[in-house]
């Protein structure tokens, strides 16, 4: 049972360049997400996720898109990497049911140059 | 903007000792929850309190909830160098239809051996 997966691991762009980063999760959860975490900070939800095919804005949408193709898979889309977008992206996921603890994958690591 | 802010931002102890880390939050919520994040990786549920609770254990933590005061905290008793991480307390508000999570700044816990 391997949880939440990231994939890759880490990165490194150049400014306008494009990637996707890849999140699955093999616990059969509803709901994913995607977030952020800059040095020494929390983390920022960037977008959600409530099921297949919905996608949602979180507080810090911009610059990003994401799609959820499969219940298991959740994709987040740099279009064009700005050094700004230079961070650590965790993905999470998590049950329907009120008053559950979210699942973290081990983040990828990128950078904008 | 984040919704808690823990105090203090970083701690170093004595291996043995206690470790007590707050949260402070600004909106109703319907649970609290606690993670630990160690260097380089994702975060790792720890305790969930639920807004009509007021404390609860697990193991050598014990997490409390004053919903009048706005706050929690986090204690670590006879804290080990294993315990060396990042605390983030999180919260869920009210008619959350997708269950996310408003993460704080953390709080850095060093134990020395």
Same mark, same amino acid.
């Given at each position: 049972?391997?949880?939440?997966?990231?994939?890759?691991?880490?990165?490194? &762009?150049?400014?306008?360049?494009?990637?996707? &980063?890849?999140?699955?999760?093999?616990?059969?959860?509803?709901?994913?997400?995607?977030?952020?975490?800059?040095?020494?900070m929390?983390?920022?939800?960037?977008?959600?996720?409530?099921?297949?095919?919905?996608?949602?804005?979180?507080?810090?949408?911009?610059?990003?898109?994401?799609?959820? &193709?499969?219940?298991?898979?959740?994709?987040?889309? &740099?279009?064009?990497?700005a050094?700004?977008?230079?961070?650590?992206?965790?993905?999470?996921?998590?049950?329907?049911?009120?008053?559950?603890?979210?699942?973290?994958?081990?983040?990828?690591r990128?950078?904008?140059? | 903007?984040?919704?808690?802010?823990?105090?203090?931002?970083?701690?170093?102890?004595?291996?043995?000792?206690?470790?007590?880390?707050?949260?402070?939050?600004?909106?109703?919520?319907?649970?609290?929850?606690?993670?630990?994040?160690?260097?380089? %990786?994702?975060?790792?549920?720890?305790?969930?309190?639920?807004?009509?609770?007021?404390?609860?254990?697990?193991? %050598? *933590?014990?997490?409390?909830?004053?919903?009048?005061?706005?706050?929690?905290s986090?204690?670590?008793?006879?804290?080990?160098?294993?315990?060396?991480?990042?605390?983030?307390?999180?919260?869920?508000?009210?008619?959350?239809?997708?269950?996310?999570?408003?993460f704080?700044?953390?709080? %850095? *816990?060093?134990?020395?051996?």
């Open positions: 049972n391997a949880g939440v997966t990231q994939t890759p691991k880490f990165r490194v &762009l150049k400014t306008g360049q494009s990637m996707t &980063l890849l999140c699955a999760q093999d616990m059969n959860h509803e709901y994913m997400y995607w977030y952020r975490q800059d040095p020494g929390g983390l920022r939800l960037i977008h959600y996720s409530v099921g297949e095919g919905t996608t949602a804005k979180g507080e810090v949408p911009d610059g990003y898109n994401v799609s959820r &193709l499969k219940k298991q898979n959740f994709l987040l889309g &740099l279009e064009s990497a050094p700004s977008q230079t961070s650590v992206y965790f993905c999470a996921s998590t049950k329907t049911q009120g008053n559950q603890p979210q699942h973290f994958g081990d983040g990828t990128l950078s904008i140059l | 903007s984040q919704q808690g802010e823990e105090d203090p931002q970083a701690l170093s102890i004595q291996e043995g000792e206690n470790a007590t880390m707050n949260c402070s939050y600004k909106t109703s919520i319907n649970n609290l929850q606690w993670y630990r994040q160690n260097s380089g %990786r994702g975060l790792v549920h720890l305790i969930l309190i639920r807004s009509n609770e007021r404390e609860k254990h697990s193991g %050598r *933590l014990r997490v409390t909830l004053d919903t009048s005061k706005k706050s929690s986090l204690l670590i008793t006879a804290s080990r160098a294993a315990d060396t991480a990042s605390y983030f307390c999180a919260t869920a508000r009210p008619g959350n239809a997708g269950n996310m999570l408003t704080g700044g953390g709080t %850095r *816990l060093m134990v020395k051996p």
